[in-house]
């Protein structure tokens, strides 16, 4: 058994009163006991040792309950309203003043560090700024800024969506950055920093989506618009040509390149031009596999000119 920091351990032959008090006892305080020490104990127990540490302990409780009434008044006393200067004076004479160490000093002790922790805690809320509200009191949300992050809001003709770009710290964690779109406003809380803005338009939160820079670390929120716009594109109108740009042709003008040709009506000939060469009839080759040009002598006379004279010098339309 051990008796190491109780009150009893300060009495005057605490030690044999307890060997000869408990036989059963082997060990106190870490030593053993002897069968002489147990005998001696016994032996001044009989002479009235049971008589002294009765007195020691009645005197020790005298002590004890004028301590508990010392303590009171300084409790009493440290409850007054002081002002701050005064209340800092008597927390630090708390701490460096020497007393003995019983169940009212630990008591008072934790009594102190309950109270400086509450007074601390009180500070912090008068120090602490209260969070701006989100919106209206009809419900309409509010735009809010608390890190006075940069930021650019596009509205998107060609996309049909708002394109939010917020500047946020480069080094921040994504992990800290919660994005939340709704049909008429966005949120933004970075890092326990709001961030919000209403839209004029209502949004599809469905189909949007935030993306990151790894470069920057900018974010940007695409979110595409409930109602689609109609594109209408205006006629073009044709650019006046001066006579002298028709003059002269362009490079760059196809028609420019284009051949022009002569388109005959054969019903309005004297000659059918298309039967003056046989295109069936098959042609003489010579040795060599080449054509040979054939000489008609008599070519024949169209029935509609009855004038035609057959001169034999002139070659043959071939």
């Known amino acids: 058994m051990f008796l190491t920091g109780n009150p009893c351990a300060l009495f005057d032959g605490y030690r044999e009163f307890v060997v000869a008090t408990l ?33 020691q302990q009645r005197e020790y409780e005298l002590k004890r309950q004028m301590e508990a009434a010392q303590d009171e008044l300084q409790e009493m006393s440290s409850d007054e309203d002081d002002d701050e200067e005064t209340r800092e004076r008597r927390e630090k ?5 020497t007393g003995p160490y019983t169940p009212e000093s630990r008591v008072a002790m934790h009594k102190q560090m309950k109270k400086s922790r509450e007074e601390k805690s009180s500070k912090d809320r008068e120090k602490k ?22 930021f650019n809001l596009l509205d ?18 994504s992990s800290l950055v919660v994005c939340d779109v709704q049909p008429t406003y966005v949120r933004v ?30 974010l940007v929120v695409t979110m595409p ?16 040509v001066s006579s002298k740009d028709k003059r002269k042709p362009q490079a760059n003008d196809p028609e420019s390149h284009k051949v022009e040709r002569l388109e ?42 009855q004038d035609f004279v057959d001169d034999p010098d002139v070659p043959p339309l071939i």
């Not at 326990?192 to 670390?217: I, N, W, Y």
Request: net charge negative.
């Open 129 to 150: 700024p209260q969070r701006e509200r989100k919106f209206e009191m009809n419900g309409r949300m509010l735009n809010m800024n608390e890190a006075k992050y940069e």
């Open 264 to 305: 005959v009506d054969p019903s309005l000939l004297p000659v059918d031009v298309r039967s003056i060469v046989e295109m069936n009839k098959p042609t003489k080759t010579d040795g060599d596999g080449m054509p040979l040009l054939q000489r008609n002598s008599r070519t024949a006379v169209s029935e509609v000119d």
């Open 225 to 240: 618009k409930v109602k689609a716009m109609i594109h209408v594109q205006a006629k073009k109108r044709p650019t006046p």
């Open 156 to 173: 998107d003709l060609d996309q049909n969506a708002f394109v939010l770009d917020l500047a946020l710290p480069r080094f921040m964690d």
């Open 189 to 218: 809380t970075a890092k326990g920093h709001v961030f919000q803005l209403t839209l004029s338009e209502e949004v599809q939160p469905d189909s949007s989506e935030a993306k990151r820079s790894k470069t920057t670390g900018h």
């Open 93 to 97: 004479e708390f701490w460096e003043q």
């Open 23 to 55: 036989p059963q006892l082997r060990c106190l305080d870490g030593e053993d006991i002897e069968k002489s020490e147990r005998i001696q104990a016994s032996q001044q127990l009989e002479r009235g040792l049971r008589d002294r540490i009765i007195e």
